[in-house]
């Protein structure tokens, strides 16, 4: 479930003990198991409408990359990425197709 073409990005981020921020590159998607217990390929449905999106709609759970720890990818039935928090709230928010 690792199409990553269309998700590389460039974070920002402050290293321990530096004054100034740094980038980093994110292109490589290998993380199939995410901390909130979603795994690339489940599908997750959206419970209440949010943005453009309406409820009752299903989603992708992509791979995720180790440089960006905390965010879950997702694709939309349009083909687009979208990035969430990966954290147990994101069950508020969807729910998992089974």
Do not use: H
């Not at 920002?12 to 100034?20: A, D, L, M, S, Y």
């Not at 990425?81 to 069950?91: A, K, L, Q, R, T």
């Amino acid at each position: 479930m690792s199409d990553s073409s269309s998700r590389n990005y460039v974070i920002r981020f402050q290293p321990e003990g530096k004054t100034e921020e740094e980038y980093k590159s994110v292109s490589t998607f290998n993380i199939e198991r995410y901390k909130c217990g979603l795994i690339a390929g489940d599908y997750i449905r959206l419970k209440t409408d949010m943005d453009s999106y309406q409820a009752g709609e299903i989603f992708c759970v992509l791979s995720g990359a180790q440089e960006d720890p905390t965010c879950l990818w997702v694709r939309d039935k349009k083909g687009e990425d979208i990035e969430c928090d990966d954290e147990p709230g994101i069950f508020e928010y969807f729910e998992k197709v089974i």
